[in-house]
């Protein structure tokens, strides 16, 4: 069994940055698109960036210029770089791994696997 798995989050100040990485436990899938995606306290959960296995990568208005999301192919790992940090990117952040299609979907029901996230507090 695949399982998805976080770290990097934790509490940070206005402006600050933080690294989210996400591997995978079990058995290697090929994946084809990887996303994060966060959800704020009393919000949906929405999409953040996501990248596919040949480099093309999406990103929220919201955090453009900001977020950058990278993929290690060797080591099945994607990483959320998160610079300039506000207090409205507060939330859980999960990793999501989608081995069907090559495109960035916006429907989250497109994502076989998941991770369990991880806490992201921006906050003075």
């Known amino acids: 069994q695949v399982q998805l798995v976080e770290s990097g989050g934790g509490l940070v100040q206005p402006g600050g940055s933080l690294r989210l990485s996400c591997g995978n436990v079990g058995f290697r899938l090929p994946y084809s698109t990887r996303g994060w995606f966060r959800q704020a306290p009393g919000k949906e959960r929405e999409r953040v960036s996501c990248i596919t296995s040949d480099g093309r990568t999406y990103y929220a208005d919201s955090v453009k210029g900001r977020f950058t999301i990278s993929a290690d192919n060797a080591e099945n790992t994607v990483y959320l770089q998160m610079n300039s940090l506000k207090p409205e990117d507060t939330g859980v952040y999960f990793c999501?791994?989608?081995?069907?299609?090559?495109?960035?979907?916006?429907?989250?029901?497109?994502?076989?696997?998941w991770g369990q996230g991880t806490q992201v507090t921006v906050s003075s």
């Open positions: 999501a791994a989608d081995v069907t299609r090559y495109y960035c979907t916006e429907s989250q029901s497109d994502y076989e696997y």
